[in-house]
Nanobody, 123 residues
């Protein structure tokens, strides 16, 4: 079992930056793929970025490639999402998730989910 708690969301102007954090509990963090997902009002949850257990492999949605960076610190059981050049279209609830293979994360599937943190980008 893995419990996930996101933080770092908020209100930011277009062009600004935010860094989301996801603290995980449980002994399996260092062996788990981790991902970030988002859900905008009236839309389905979508994949944003994922990172392998070692941190050596990352995959990004085309919509955030070059602007967002996912990283992890296995010593702190924490995964991060650095978001730069934010756009109004990035407004959503952002979720951290753990477990499952990388390819399933790209389909917005994972084993464990956090409660989400709101990111609002004003234009």
């Amino acid at each position: 079992q893995v419990q996930l708690v996101e933080s770092g969301g908020g209100l930011v102007q277009a062009g600004g930056s935010l860094r989301l954090s996801c603290a995980a509990s449980g002994r399996t963090f260092s062996s788990s793929t981790m991902g970030w997902f988002r859900q905008a009002p009236g839309k389905e949850r979508e994949f944003v970025a994922t990172i392998s257990a070692s941190g050596l492999t990352t995959v990004y949605a085309d919509s955030v490639k070059g602007r967002f960076t996912i990283s992890r610190d296995n010593a702190k059981n924490t995964v991060y999402l650095q978001m730069n050049s934010l756009e109004a279209e990035d407004t959503a609830v952002y979720y951290c998730a753990a477990g499952g293979p990388l390819y399933k994360h790209t389909k917005a599937e994972a084993d464990y989910w956090g409660q989400g943190t709101q990111v609002t980008v004003s234009s």
